[in-house]
Nanobody, 126 residues
Framework: QVQLVESGGGLVQPGGSLRLSCAASGASLNSFIVGWFRRAPGKEREGVSCISIRGENAYYTDSVKGRFTITRDRAKNMVYLEMNSLEPEDTGVYYC???????????????????WGKGATVTVSA
């Protein structure tokens, strides 16, 4: 059974930065397409960013383009979401997710997910 664990959430002021990390146990994260989803208060969960298995392709939802960066460190078996210029609208629970195949679009756009983490809370507030 694959278990995903998020870390790095917290409280930050508008304009600030946070980095979320995703680690896996039970399997290598390097074998999966990995993504970050978020559920904002009162809203449905949405795909924020997804990265391909080798890291050569990434998807970002429009609202975070230019502010968030997803990366993966295959040597450390980790995936990160660097979040800059944070806005109150970025507040929510962020989930790490993994998908075996076929694509980042299947994951982030069509919500194709095989495994979910339990989530990390990000609060952007003055």
């Amino acid at each position: 059974q694959v278990q995903l664990v998020e870390s790095g959430g917290g409280l930050v002021q508008p304009g600030g930065s946070l980095r979320l990390s995703c680690a896996a146990s039970g399997a290598s994260l390097n074998s999966f397409i990995v993504g970050w989803f978020r559920r904002a208060p009162g809203k449905e969960r949405e795909g924020v960013s997804c990265i391909s298995i080798r890291g050569e392709n990434a998807y970002y939802t429009d609202s975070v383009k230019g502010r968030f960066t997803i990366t993966r460190d295959r040597a450390k078996n980790m995936v990160y979401l660097e979040m800059n210029s944070l806005e109150p609208e970025d507040t929510g629970v962020y989930y790490c997710a993994a998908l075996v195949f076929p694509s980042i679009e299947q994951m982030c756009v069509r919500n194709g997910v095989d495994y979910w983490g339990k989530g990390a809370t990000v609060t952007v507030s003055a």
